[in-house]
């Protein structure tokens, strides 16, 4: 069993709320770290909202010292992933025991440089402080999957590049579900400076047309959409996979392979991309 008890997740969006459901339904002591003036949340009996400038260190660690906090889980945006170094500051001087950086997407083990070594460079200074991490590739939101391949308004496939590479998709709930589940029964053995790789669904996307009944289109761009069109970019080439090694470029294997950690969760039946879209 976990030796963690007392839990605060940082930002109440499209994966933190979720986690925060999950972790309440463990009956452990939650606390939803937001910044000030954002928007009102609906949280679990039990489940404090607390406002703090996520900037601050010293406020941080007002915060966590005050919860008794054992475990942050991060859940902030992209945009945001640099500013964490403060919030590990302050989870430093609480005494957090374990962090879960906001990774959530595709594996950045090892990147250096380019749009995922912001938050490669946390599990590193995570490391440098001292404090133990647990970092969680999921792939692709399987709920995203209209608005990445922009079937949403077009009732296509857009793909940039061939296609043909394998993709983990991973739905919110099951994402939160996981999450809740190794914090909250393995020991702390088993998730200190630990990389986890679950896998909802493994498809490329060339395969997502026949389940969306849908025609391909093969584009070299995703018109006055660079986010969308890097993120399809690196898709294709096979960093979409949680199995991912981007440092020598090829898949892993063993604990490294993509949807290793799947197995932690005994019995759970994952959600499909059928299932998720009602397809």
Do not use: C
């Amino acid at each position: 069993m976990s030796a963690y008890k007392s839990f605060a997740v940082v930002g109440g969006g499209k994966v933190g709320l979720p986690i925060v459901n999950a972790l309440a339904a463990k009956n452990v002591s939650v606390i939803l770290v937001s910044r000030p003036g954002s928007s009102a949340k609906t949280v679990p009996p039990g489940v404090k909202v607390v406002e703090v400038d996520t900037s601050d260190a010293a406020a941080v660690a007002a915060v966590l010292k005050e919860h008794k906090v054992d475990v942050v889980v991060s859940t902030i945006n992209m945009l945001g992933v640099p500013g964490q170094k403060l919030f590990v500051d302050g989870a430093k001087e609480a005494g957090v025991k374990l962090f879960v950086p906001s990774e959530f997407g595709m594996p950045t083990d090892g990147e250096r440089e380019g749009f995922f070594a912001a938050k490669n460079e946390i599990a590193a200074y995570l490391k440098t402080v001292g404090i133990p991490s647990a970092r969680i590739f999921t792939g692709h939101f399987t709920e995203f999957i209209p608005w990445l391949v922009g079937y949403a308004g077009t009732k296509k496939i857009h793909v940039v590049g061939k296609g043909e590479a394998p993709v983990s998709f991973t739905s919110v709930p099951d994402i939160a579900g996981f999450t809740a589940h190794i914090l909250t029964t393995l020991p702390p053995s088993e998730l200190e400076d630990r990389i986890f790789r679950i896998e909802g669904e493994r498809i490329s996307l060339n395969g997502l047309g026949p389940l969306f009944d849908a025609p391909v289109e093969h584009v070299d761009e995703i018109t006055d959409d660079k986010i969308k069109t890097m993120l399809l970019g690196v898709t294709d080439t096979g960093a979409a996979s949680t199995g991912w090694d981007g440092v020598n470029k090829r898949e892993g294997t063993g604990s490294d392979a993509a949807g290793s950690a799947n197995a932690l969760w005994e019995g759970h039946q994952w959600k499909t991309i059928k299932e998720v879209h009602k397809l």
